[in-house]
């Protein structure tokens, strides 16, 4: 069984892109070209906070996904097995 990496809680993000820096690390790319991760600040007038979305490419599967579950400080990301979505604490 393969282990996914998923944004279970992407309300609880504050856009520190620690999770995108964490992935361009791993590849040992510098700057954000071909980032795995990507950090859209939402840009809602009503909302007295800001909201931020997360896209998450597949291929991040093939990193170390634990690293990039543990460096995020508001744990937004989890873990899951790939046949049949259980959660891996």
């Known amino acids: 069984m393969t282990k996914k990496l998923k944004v279970s ?3 609880k ?10 992935t361009q690390r791993q590849l040992n790319k510098v700057g954000l070209e071909g980032a795995l991760i990507r950090v859209f600040r939402n840009k809602k ?3 007295e906070f800001l909201e931020y979305s997360i896209d998450v ?5 093939d990193l ?3 690293s990039i579950r543990n460096i995020c400080p508001t744990e937004v990301f989890e ?4 046949s049949n979505d ?4």
């Open 13 to 22: 993000c504050i856009g520190c892109e620690l999770c995108v820096l964490e």
């Open 86 to 89: 259980e959660l891996i604490q």
């Open 64 to 66: 170390d996904i634990e």
């Open 79 to 82: 873990i899951l097995e790939d």
């Open 45 to 47: 007038a009503d909302k």
């Open 9 to 11: 809680f992407p309300q």
């Open 57 to 61: 490419e597949p291929r991040i599967n």
